[in-house]
C-alpha cells in the first residue's frame, strides 16, 4: 500500500505570502499526483491533476511540482479565500485511491 | 453544468442497512466511471468504491469489502452504494464523484450518514 505523507500539517501565512505544501508517497508515483482543495462546509474541489496540470477555472497562483515520490502544491501569492484544507492523491497502486491526511492551511 | 446530488443518508443503528443515491446531470453519465468518498466527521477522506462505465470493473476499499455494493443506473444517470452491516465507523458524510484519469473532478455536496444506537 501506498502511504502518503503531507507537510506541514498546519501552515498559518499572510495575503500575498507564498505557500509551499508537500506531499510525500511511499513509492513512486510517476506523475499521478493530484491535489484539491476543501472549505469548510464544502465538497473537495479539484485544483491540480498529473502533478502539474491546473484543473479549469483553477487561478494560476495554484501550481504543482514534482515526480516520484516527492510533490509540491504552491500558491504564488495567497489570498483569503485560499484558507482550507488541501489533500493530495494517488491511485498507483490500482485500483486503490489513496489520500495524504491533508495540511490545514491558514491565511 | 456538472452536477451531482447524493441521498439517503441518515441515522440508523449498528447493524442496519441504507442505500444511498447519487443523481447526476449536465454530463454523459455513461461514459465516466464514478466513485464513492466519505469524510468521518472531522477527518480526512477516504475513498469507498468505484465501477466502471458498465459496471463491468468494481473496486472496494478493504474497509468496506463485503459489506457495500456499489451499483449504476446509466438510463437513469444515478449512482448508488448499498450499505448492510453498518458500524459506528461508517459514519461520515458520503460524496459522489466523476472520474477521470486517475482523479476526481466532479464531487456532490454529500449525504451524511450516522450509525448509532
Known amino acids: 500500500e501506498i502511504v502518503l505523507t503531507q507537510s506541514p500539517a498546519t501552515l498559518s501565512l499572510s495575503p500575498g505570502e507564498r505557500a509551499t505544501l508537500s506531499c510525500r508517497a511511499s513509492q513512486s508515483l510517476s506523475s499521478y499526483l493530484t491535489w484539491y482543495q476543501q472549505k469548510p462546509g464544502q465538497a473537495p474541489r479539484l485544483l491540480i491533476y498529473g502533478a502539474s496540470n491546473r484543473a479549469s477555472g483553477i487561478p494560476a497562483r495554484f501550481s504543482g511540482s514534482g515526480s516520484g515520490t516527492d510533490f509540491t502544491l504552491t500558491i504564488s501569492s495567497l489570498e483569503f479565500e485560499d484558507s482550507a484544507v488541501y489533500y493530495c492523491q494517488q491511485r498507483s497502486n490500482w485500483p486503490i485511491y489513496t489520500f495524504g491526511q491533508g495540511t490545514k492551511l491558514e491565511i | 453544468e456538472v452536477q451531482l446530488v447524493e441521498s439517503g443518508g441518515g441515522l440508523v443503528q449498528p447493524g442496519g442497512s441504507l442505500r444511498l443515491s447519487c443523481a447526476a446531470s449536465g454530463f454523459t453519465f455513461s461514459n465516466y466511471w464514478m466513485s464513492w468518498v466519505r469524510q468521518a466527521p472531522g477527518k480526512g477522506l477516504e475513498w469507498v468504491a468505484d465501477?466502471?462505465?458498465?459496471?463491468?470493473?468494481?473496486y472496494y476499499a478493504d474497509s468496506v469489502k463485503g459489506r457495500f455494493t456499489i451499483s449504476r443506473d446509466n438510463a437513469k444517470n444515478s449512482l448508488y452504494l448499498q450499505m448492510n452491516s453498518l458500524r459506528a465507523e461508517d459514519t461520515a458524510l458520503y460524496y459522489c464523484?466523476?472520474?477521470?484519469?486517475?482523479?476526481?473532478?466532479?464531487w456532490g455536496q454529500g449525504t451524511l450518514v450516522t450509525v448509532s444506537s
Open positions: 464523484a466523476t472520474e477521470w484519469d486517475l482523479h476526481l473532478d466532479n
Open positions: 465501477i466502471k462505465v458498465d459496471a463491468s470493473e468494481i
